[in-house]
T-cell receptor
């Protein structure tokens, strides 16, 4: 079956632009996560949704970052007024339920802010 | 707060040789532990996970890992490496969030190179 998909795969933005990154989780998966992976680093947690509810956003680095999942399926991560330090790969993951269930990762969106 | 240390940034092994990738974690309770592999342009793929029970865990692609509470370690092993195993490997510890989600904290990764 289809895995987690993300679009666009690559995004180049000028500093100050707004960007929107999309995640299509595996159908039926309740939990959805966003992670940020800087060059040479491991992924870092940004936020977590259970269905449409955003239950944890403790990892969002600033109020320029905003995520939503209005219908409990597709999610969008929006970054306003992008800065060079926002350049990273943004990974989306979904899992069927909660707890220790396996998280399935998408291929990521590579964002470069010039 | 939990943390994960992968002390080896790069490792090179010959094809057919054995492999051990080190992982140490810091976590207050019994941890959920994971190993993921990331190939260029690919998403992270789960190799194996430990929640409880048998401390030796078998995973996909011939990998295994052993949980050692006394050493706070969860090292990944493979008896005979194939050229296709060249990739970046991440160890992670899971923390259950309010609402049940499993927040993963990753190490910085180990880049594996396989010499033919």
């Amino acid at each position: 079956g289809a895995g987690v998909s993300q679009s666009p795969r690559y995004k180049v933005a000028k500093r100050g632009q707004d960007v929107a990154l999309r995640c299509d989780p595996i159908s039926g998966h309740v939990s959805l996560f966003w992670y940020q992976q800087a060059l040479g680093q491991g992924p870092e947690f940004l936020t977590y949704f259970q269905n449409e509810a955003q239950l944890d956003k403790s990892g969002l680095p600033s109020d320029r970052f905003f995520a939503e999942r209005p219908e409990g399926s597709v999610s969008t991560l929006k970054i306003q007024r992008t800065q060079q330090e926002d350049s990273a790969v943004y990974l989306c993951a979904s899992s069927l339920g909660q707890g220790g269930e396996t998280q399935y990762f998408g291929p990521g969106t590579r964002l470069l802010v010039l | 707060a939990q943390s994960v240390t992968q002390p080896d940034i790069h490792i090179t092994v010959s094809e057919g040789a054995s492999l051990e990738l080190r992982c140490n974690y810091s976590y207050g309770a019994t941890p959920y532990l994971f190993w993921y592999v990331q190939s260029p342009g690919q998403g992270l793929q789960l190799l194996l996970k430990y929640f409880s029970g048998d401390t030796l865990v078998q995973g996909i692609k011939g990998f295994e890992a052993e949980f050692k509470r006394s050493q706070s370690s969860f090292n990944l092993r493979k008896p005979s490496v194939h050229w296709s195993d060249a990739a970046e490997y991440f160890c992670a510890v899971g923390n259950i969030l309010t609402g049940g989600g499993n927040k993963l904290t990753f190490g910085t990764g180990t880049q594996l190179k396989v010499e033919l």
